[in-house]
């Protein structure tokens, strides 16, 4: 009994197809081969190679309502008329009997059977497919912000697409994220979105004949529209409560001789006073667009309730100080009179420790997304210059009366050593 080894029984194997693949060349692929071709390019559609030999060729188009016939070849070296729509635009190769096809369009997809013959009838039937090169794919993102659901959306507008894939910075990415919403258009789906997300995505849309690939860059906003305000705001808030702080200190810090009086220190009173007022009223709106974003807080409510005694104590103060100031000495009562007086600065703290307590959380939030930090160096430049020229021109005023009346001290001084009586005498 004769044994195979499976490597002997693999090679006659592999011998036995070539043998029969050289026999009988059209059995493997032959009947049924596709063409794909491009709109407005030509192809060549292979005859069964035994015109020459051939009494008759016949070549037809398959339609839903019956064969189309586009020329009968009876034997000779004259090549046959072409029928419609297909005349002008068709060649046909009595020496090999293949045809070829010019100008296609997509309404020439289908089946094109040549049948020969030579004695005994042959046919061999080849599928076309005429495809519009896809164009590039337009992508689009929506605006993304973190923690909320997205979208990124590509879309084809010409050409049959028979495949969408999406990358992210090179990588394919999974199916369970992408959905197929038409033939030309595909959603990719960010639920929610993440700084993760971050990235360049790329489409590319692909047919039996063309692909063609987009790119963009996608990135995540991590504040909100209300939360940029909330920063705006706080930062004000800040800045003024900061240069009303100077205002406050400055009178504090001069010696008893040279301290701010008179007309002087009603203005520089009242505008400190007015100042925090504002900043409280700013940092009071930026803890509501807070609440408003991310829902109410206990903490957040307990300082509104502060900052509003605070606007109403300051707004009294800035107001009784410009307007009738000696109200104050009418004052008895030590509780009145230490609201008043620390009134302004306890306002001062409220507003910075709240306002930067908002700001780092909210710097906190934006580390969320991809985007850079709302630049607000120019906001809180211009914010300190104009509320500053106030307290300057107070200063300014100061200066130049001090000056004034040290000049006129010293004249007075100088006039009453020079007069004759004031000069000791020496007994005789």
Not at 95 to 110: C, I, P, R, T, Y
Not at 279 to 287: E, Q, S
Request: glycine share 10%; proline share 5%; with cysteine.
């Amino acid at each position: 009994m004769m044994l195979w080894r499976p490597g002997k029984l693999l090679s006659i194997t592999w011998v036995l197809l070539a043998g029969l693949l050289l026999l009988f060349p059209g059995a493997l692929g032959a009947e049924g081969a596709v063409h794909r071709a491009a709109v407005g390019s030509s192809v060549l559609l292979p005859g069964l190679g035994e015109a020459a030999h051939s009494n008759s060729m016949h070549w037809e188009f398959l339609t839903g309502s019956g064969p189309q016939t586009i020329l009968q070849h009876n034997g000779g070296a004259q090549a046959p008329s072409i029928h419609p729509p297909f005349a002008g635009r068709a060649t046909f190769h009595p020496s090999n009997g293949s045809l070829l096809l010019e100008d296609v369009q997509e309404s020439d997809s289908g089946t094109y059977r040549v049948t020969v013959n030579t004695g005994g009838r042959k046919s061999l039937e080849i599928q076309l497919e005429v495809l519009q090169p896809v164009s590039r794919p337009q992508l689009r993102a929506s605006p993304l912000l973190a923690g909320a659901s997205g979208q990124v959306v590509c879309e084809v507008a010409e050409g049959r697409v028979d495949t969408i894939t999406w990358r992210k910075d090179g990588q394919p990415l999974g199916p369970g994220r992408v959905s197929r919403v038409s033939g030309g258009r595909s959603v990719l789906y960010l639920r929610p979105a993440t700084r993760t997300d971050c990235g360049s995505y790329s489409c590319n849309a692909s047919n039996g004949i063309s692909w063609k690939e987009t790119s963009l860059k996608v990135t995540v906003e991590g504040l909100s529209r209300h939360l940029k305000h909330t920063l705006r705001i706080a930062t004000v808030a800040v800045v003024f409560a900061v240069v009303s702080a100077w205002g406050l200190i400055i009178p504090v810090c001069q010696s008893e001789k040279l301290r701010i009086r008179g007309e002087l220190w009603r203005w520089l009173s009242s505008y400190t006073c007015g100042l925090v007022c504002i900043a409280c009223i700013l940092d009071g709106t930026a803890g509501i667009l807070w609440m408003q974003e991310e829902g109410p807080s206990v903490a957040v409510l307990l300082l509104e309730i502060t900052l509003t005694y605070l606007i109403v104590v300051t707004f009294l103060v800035a107001t009784t100080v410009i307007f009738q100031p000696t109200d104050f000495s009418h004052l008895k009562s030590k509780k009145a009179q230490r609201t008043m007086g620390y009134a302004a600065p306890g306002a001062v703290v409220t507003v910075v420790l709240s306002s930067t307590f908002l700001i780092k959380n909210i710097y906190h939030r934006h580390a969320e997304g991809c985007t850079d930090f709302m630049d607000v160096v120019i906001l809180v430049v211009s914010t300190a210059a104009v509320s500053a020229l106030p307290l300057l021109a107070i200063g300014l005023c100061y200066h130049t009366t001090q000056g004034r009346d040290v000049s006129w001290m010293d004249k007075a001084s100088s006039l009453e050593m020079s007069q004759p009586g004031n000069k000791d005498t020496i007994p005789s």
